[in-house]
Nanobody, 114 residues
Framework: QVQLAESGGGLVQPGGSLRLSCAAS????????MGWFRQAPGKQRELVAV??????NYADFVKGRFTLSRDSAKKTVYLQMNNLKPEDTAVYFC?????????WGQGTQVTVSS
């Protein structure tokens, strides 16, 4: 089993910044791919960013504002979110793929509001 522990969500004003963290533990030695998805009320879950051993990919709506990085030794990924907008308000879920299945964190709320 793999567990994903998220932290860093909260309330921020438009234009502000937040950093989300996600640490993997359990029966996973070195996650090949990890990332973040988000789900706003009444909407489907959508990809935000994913990092693999060779590349990092972003959704168009976060390019230039969000940066995904990883610390492989700690099995942790970080999502630095800058210039946040009200439409970024959502529950953000950490994700990884391991031995043929998806694993999800419990989600962390990000609210962008004045």
């Amino acid at each position: 089993q793999v567990q994903l522990a998220e932290s860093g969500g909260g309330l921020v004003q438009p234009g502000g910044s937040l950093r989300l963290s996600c640490a993997a533990s359990g029966s996973i030695f070195s996650p090949d791919r990890m990332g973040w998805f988000r789900q706003a009320p009444g909407k489907q879950r959508e990809l935000v960013a994913v990092i693999t051993s060779s590349s990092t990919n972003y959704a168009d709506f976060v390019k230039g504002r969000f940066t995904l990085s990883r610390d492989s030794a700690k099995k942790t990924v970080y999502l630095q979110m800058n210039n946040l907008k009200p439409e970024d308000t959502a529950v953000y879920f950490c994700w990884t793929w391991h031995t043929g299945r998806d694993y999800w964190g419990q989600g962390t709320q990000v609210t962008v509001s004045s």
